[in-house]
């Protein structure tokens, strides 16, 4: 099942009761502090943006994940995961909640080894059990 979707929403999800109320869309940038913050964990905005590529911005996933820590830990201690967009389409249509590979990279995978990079997630204070196992556009995500 492929979807065409946008990128950097999250969508806190519980496996008893699926969304744990509304999605962070991707415009929202209500998490600079928490993007600023990380940056300063990897020695500043211009060391990150070498070893990454760009500035970490309000509107990133992972930033996101952490205002949810920070600003509604109720929500974020009782979700079991997030999803992105596709990720929540693939779980309506297959009762599976698994990451698109495209978007985890986005959150954290490396996609050279295609495995959860947990010791940055760790570092900068998220949960990795909170993480998705991911699948790959060719694969299978339901029956």
């Not at 590529?53 to 309000?58: E, F, H, Q, V």
């Not at 994940?65 to 929540?88: A, Q």
């Amino acid at each position: 099942m492929t979807h065409c979707t946008q990128l950097l929403g999250i969508l806190p999800m519980s496996a008893k009761s699926g969304a744990l109320g509304r999605a962070i869309i991707w415009l929202d940038g209500r998490a600079d502090v928490q993007a600023r913050r990380m940056m300063r964990k990897f020695l500043g905005a211009r060391v990150f943006t070498s070893i990454v590529g760009a500035p970490m911005c309000g509107k990133d996933c992972i930033p996101k994940l952490l205002w949810l820590k920070d600003e509604d830990p109720d929500r974020y201690r009782t979700m079991d995961c997030f999803l992105d967009v596709n990720g929540y389409l693939i779980y309506r249509s297959t009762g599976n909640m698994v990451m698109e590979w495209s978007a985890a990279s986005a959150v954290g995978m490396d996609l050279k080894t295609k495995q959860w990079m947990k010791g940055i997630a760790r570092y900068v204070g998220l949960d990795t059990a909170k993480l998705r196992p991911w699948c790959g556009p060719p694969t299978r995500s339901g029956s």
